[in-house]
């Protein structure tokens, strides 16, 4: 199956700093997602994000297909963004249905 | 309803009991995954619905576990004879389909003693 890799695979931050949060995969993919799972377990998709750039608030993602990585940034950091970010990637590279194949994701833990 | 609705929420179970594991997706989303997570690790795909059918069910670790979907509707995720290497938390997830708009609960964390 396709590998997913994060890194770094812990941060810590105190509140206002920017970070940037790395996805690599091993093979061609035409969907790409990230997750924040906040410290209740619950996962919240954050960009479906296939190729591009996009923004969303304090949170940007890209995507470079191409190169086989997506990058997702945090400005000014806040306690809230504390938890685990994940990225994601399907199974069939030629379908954007059915399993995802999760990375073991960035631990990130903000300090007021 | 609102969101996916997973119960229950916590689970501690005897080491060869039987749990069952429920899932109430988004109204009205025809795709339904179950994901079991262990604890550090990213979710791994156990199994996958559209509407009532088991496209996918690769992911089952073992003959041990079974889902079901009968209605198109409410999944159950069914452990027999649980063991310690069981424990994690079981999530499930919903979608309307063509890959968009995953929606996970909040999981079901199955401890086995």
């Known amino acids: 199956g396709i590998q997913v890799e994060q890194s770094p695979p812990d941060l810590i931050l105190q509140e206002g700093a920017n970070s940037t949060l790395r996805c690599n995969f091993s093979?061609?993919?035409?969907?790409l997602q990230w997750f924040h799972q906040n410290p209740w377990g619950q996962l919240i998709n954050l960009f479906y994000?296939?190729?591009g750039t996009k923004q969303n608030g304090r949170l940007s993602a890209t995507t470079v297909a191409t190169e086989r990585y997506s990058l997702l940034y945090i400005s000014s950091s806040q306690t809230t963004d504390s938890g685990v970010y994940f990225c994601a990637v399907p199974a069939d590279r030629g379908s954007t249905l059915g399993r995802l194949y999760f990375g073991r994701g960035t631990q990130l833990t903000v300090w007021p | 309803g609102a969101g996916v609705s997973q119960s229950p929420r916590y689970k501690v179970a005897k080491r060869g009991q039987d749990v069952a594991l429920r899932c109430d997706p988004i109204s009205g989303h025809v795709s339904l995954f179950w994901y079991q997570q262990a604890l550090g690790q990213g979710p791994e795909f156990l199994t996958y619905?559209?509407?009532?059918?088991?496209?996918?069910k690769s992911g089952l670790p073992s003959d041990r576990f079974f889902a079901e979907r009968p209605e198109g509707s409410v999944s159950t995720l069914k452990i027999q004879r649980t063991q310690q290497e069981d424990s994690a938390v079981y999530l499930c997830?919903?979608?309307?389909?063509?890959?968009?708009?995953?929606?996970f609960g909040s999981g079901t964390r199955l401890t086995v003693v």
């Open positions: 994000i296939p190729s």
């Open positions: 093979d061609s993919v035409n969907n």
């Open positions: 997830a919903s979608s309307p389909g063509q890959g968009l708009g995953y929606t």
């Open positions: 619905f559209q509407n009532e059918a088991q496209l996918d």
